[in-house]
């Protein structure tokens, strides 16, 4: 039974692949910020590990993937989804809000890849899979610092693969488009539906899309699939 760590799981695309794995066998554990009372429900839904930590604190985030390889018996996946989002003018962007987007969606996915990279080295075998955006390779208006943080997951996955290729391990990254998640709830009713007219398949993504590309790239049908950028966002990022 292969087991699998999704850090941001207790909901949106992170949920979605804590159900998508449950669903299949796998043994999983997941990391959560905040959302306590999402974190209990899915667990008892799926009989996943939830576990607590704020990622942008390396200590935490090491003592966290710590406790998921001694809860799981190691450490075969990494999903790196946890993340958050700030909009507005550029040049409004707070030093805390900068810190806040980078602390999560950049230095907490290197601080939980750097220590569950070590367990995967020692067994010669692993995928890791983060989670980008399409604004990460398209940018966008009034989400600079977002789309800085998510774009900088293009050059860590693709460097990172070709250090680990060796060693067994793959490493790609996904980027979703438009998803019907809490972040995104918060859009205006017609920005929502620009963006849904943008995108050639006129739907917004649901978590479970995202979640069947993330569970391809940690099958052995993608043995030989890494440094690759992964768009599931309906045509969007066209």
Request: charged share 20%; with cysteine; hydrophobic share 45%.
């Amino acid at each position: 039974m292969k087991r699998v760590l999704i850090t941001g799981g207790s909901r949106g695309i992170g949920a979605g692949c804590v159900i998508k794995f449950s669903a299949s066998g796998w043994r999983v554990a997941f990391i959560y910020k905040e959302s306590k009372i999402e974190a209990a429900c899915l667990a008892q839904r799926t009989g996943a590990t939830p576990i607590q930590a704020d990622i942008s604190d390396p200590e935490a985030a090491s003592r966290a993937v710590t406790e998921a390889v001694e809860i799981l018996g190691g450490i075969d996946v990494l999903v790196n989804n946890a993340g958050v989002a700030r909009s507005g003018l550029f040049t409004e962007l707070s030093d805390r809000d900068w810190n806040m987007l980078c602390g999560t969606n950049l230095s907490g996915t290197i601080y939980v890849t750097r220590v569950a990279a070590r367990h995967m080295i020692s067994q010669h075998y692993g995928r890791i899979i983060n989670i980008g955006s399409v604004w990460g390779r398209a940018g966008g208006s009034c989400e600079v610092a977002y789309s800085a943080t998510k774009s900088a997951l293009r050059g860590f996955t693709r460097a990172l693969a070709k250090e680990l290729g060796p060693s067994g391990i793959t490493v790609n990254c996904i980027e979703p488009g438009v998803i019907d998640t809490d972040m995104n709830a918060e859009l205006p009713a017609s920005a929502c539906r620009s963006l849904i007219d943008e995108t050639p398949l006129g739907r917004l993504g649901a978590p479970a899309d995202v979640a069947a590309a993330v569970f391809f790239l940690a099958s052995d049908d993608a043995a030989f699939i890494t440094a690759q950028i992964l768009g599931v966002d309906g045509g969007f990022g066209v």
